[in-house]
């Protein structure tokens, strides 16, 4: 790869006098050159693919399917072969335009990590080495070819902050890039595509022009979650009509903070799901019935199958109090199923750590990003449990109508990529699973961050109280300290015992994910002590020393200024203040 690095390097000189309508030219002309070069193929993959809409014999289909296959595998490989060669001029147009726009330029590792994410590889890189500036290289490469480009990430903060950084340098080189976000009573809303020139009501969504949701997917480069890329997958293959598809071909991906998505998350399967029958009165009952049984006594738990069963003791008093001989009998079978989801939901679903109660609703806390999955619901019956186990309204019971794991959905992209801090240890997995290949990218800068062993205590107390000591004591020095927790619950504890300290805490957990952005910009503060679930765990930046447009905007929010509608100087006052 290092030929590679030195012939873009070689270039820089010459697209540094370029003017800035050479930019969006050069796109258009590699385009152009793909387009020309592979027409033929096209054709004929065009006429395949008609051939068969029209032919009703199931042995002419099946040869036609493997025609088609044939030629898109020839495709595939022509336009790979293109883009290989485009690379160094692409590549040293993105880092110019990046400089221009951004005000960043792209090392020479970060652009080995693009040529990777290029190959269809992961590359590790080491945390701060500029992960979403290295997308771009191979983001704009490969949306060349005209399929799509998507980078998926795990978080919508992540997603739309991707999109309004990014977006210059890519509206720069003339193509377009959408954003979707979660919008869970309405799928169709939520999906935005960047324009410079667009003035947002709310400021958090400055230049994000809203669009429809097959808009969005038809921009050159879609940047979005791994839940919304999937589930609008399963929402596509329910539609009665082909033009209600939102996606497009599964192209091209690069999968942000790869291990979490196609590793941690792999076997999550994202689930449809209709209106069944109601029966709220049956969780209602046995949610009281369970309430008084005693863990040991009444049942046992096993907390890393998660399981919950019932002891002998506890059979008798459950079918006492049903007033039946035999809970398990086959005229009894459909009671045993609400006995099972409300054990669940009293001894392992958790308020405040698997889920929150707000505006009378149970809202599910996302395990892997710490957010509110608003919308989603457990199925089978055990989101009703925990509904009767709150005292609030229990919906409707539901049926899966589609699902799909990420594992299954990500291998189903052409060409995959992808990028983390953390993935050599995984290494034996992705090449198994995904086929993938890991790249160890070496840091710009030699690493200077000490990595502390693990300290083990016999007790929570005892491990709280150390943790809290060592808090005081860095926030005495002046040193911004970030903690992380697994539950809110435990962010708040903690929250609580620093604040009987006098220490001042920010809290970014699903309760406060309205403030997120305002916390995240402000947890760099010399003196800042921030506790969060793992909603800030990834790829979130926090800036040494604080985010200075950030305290601005949130001061001038405080203020109840609009920020779209400023007066002049105003803004350039609150900055100056904030970089004090």
């Known amino acids: 790869m290092e030929p590679l690095v030195a012939e873009i390097n070689a270039l820089e000189p010459e697209v540094q006098s370029w003017d800035p309508t050479d930019f969006p030219r050069l796109t258009e002309s590699l385009r152009h050159r793909i387009s020309a070069t592979t ?69 020479d590792v970060q652009l080995l990590g693009g040529i990777v994410l290029h190959q269809g590889k992961i590359a590790e890189m080491k945390t701060g080495e500029g992960k979403t500036l290295v997308a771009t290289l191979p983001l704009y490469l490969n949306a060349l070819a005209g399929h799509g480009a998507h980078l998926v990430t795990p978080n919508d903060y992540l997603s739309k902050l991707g999109v309004q950084w990014m977006g210059p340098i890519y509206h720069y080189l003339g193509l377009s890039v959408g954003v979707i976000q979660s919008a869970a009573a309405d799928p169709t809303l939520g999906s935005f595509v960047f324009d410079p020139e667009y003035q947002a009501a709310d400021d958090r969504y400055q230049h994000l022009r809203p ?44 999968v942000d903070e790869v291990d979490n998505i196609l590793i941690d998350e792999a076997r999550t399967p994202l689930i449809i799901s209709g209106p069944a029958e109601e029966s709220a009165a049956e969780y209602q009952r046995f949610a009281r019935l369970v309430e008084p049984l005693r863990e040991g006594e009444d049942y046992t738990v096993d907390e890393k199958m998660r399981a919950v069963s019932l002891t002998d003791s506890g059979v008798e008093r459950i079918e006492r109090a049903l007033g039946i001989d035999n809970i398990y009998a086959p005229e009894h079978s459909t009671l045993t199923s609400y006995l099972d989801n409300a054990l669940k939901a009293k001894v392992l679903f958790r308020r405040d750590r698997d889920y929150i109660v707000k505006d009378n609703q149970v809202i599910i806390v996302d395990e892997f990003t710490g957010r509110l999955m608003f919308g989603r619901r457990y199925s089978e019956g055990l989101h009703q449990a925990i509904e009767a186990k709150e005292h609030v309204p229990v919906q409707r019971e539901t049926l899966t109508l589609a699902t799909i794991t990420f594992q299954n959905y990500f291998r189903m992209y052409r060409k995959l990529a992808g990028m983390t801090g953390t993935a050599a240890t995984e290494a034996e997995e992705f090449g198994k699973i995904y086929n993938l290949d890991v790249t160890t990218i070496p840091t710009h800068r030699p690493m200077i961050r000490v990595d502390h062993p693990d300290l083990v205590y016999k007790t929570q107390k005892a491990k709280f109280s150390a943790v809290g000591e060592e808090i005081v004591n860095l926030h005495r020095t002046g040193q911004p300290v ?79 200024k609009d920020l779209t509608a400023l007066e002049p100087g105003e803004w350039e006052r609150a900055l100056a203040a904030a970089q004090e």
């Open 482 to 560: 970030l903690v992380g927790t697994l539950s809110i619950e435990i962010s708040e504890m903690l929250a609580d015992m620093l604040k009987r300290r006098g220490v001042s805490v920010s809290v970014l957990n699903a309760k406060q994910h309205e403030r997120e952005a305002g916390i995240i910009a402000q947890a760099g503060r010399p003196g800042a002590v921030t506790i969060a679930t793992n909603m800030a765990g990834r790829g979130v930046d926090i800036l040494l020393g604080g985010n200075p447009e950030g305290l601005a905007r949130e001061q001038l929010r405080r203020e109840g």
């Open 211 to 254: 669009v429809s949701r097959a808009q969005a997917y038809a921009a050159d480069i879609t940047y979005g979650t791994n839940n919304e890329f999937g589930f609008d997958y399963l929402r596509d293959n329910m539609v009665w009509d082909e033009g209600q598809c939102v996606q497009r071909e599964l192209h091209y991906a690069i």
């Open 39 to 107: 027409a033929e193929i096209r054709t004929r993959l065009s006429a395949a693919r008609e051939e068969r809409q029209r032919t009703t014999d199931v042995d002419e289909r099946n040869r036609l399917d493997l025609t088609i296959r044939d030629i898109e595998k020839s495709l595939r490989e022509h336009e790979e072969r293109l883009l290989n060669e485009m690379l160094p001029q692409a590549f040293a147009a993105v880092r110019e335009a990046a400089r221009r726009t951004v005000g960043m330029r792209h090392f």
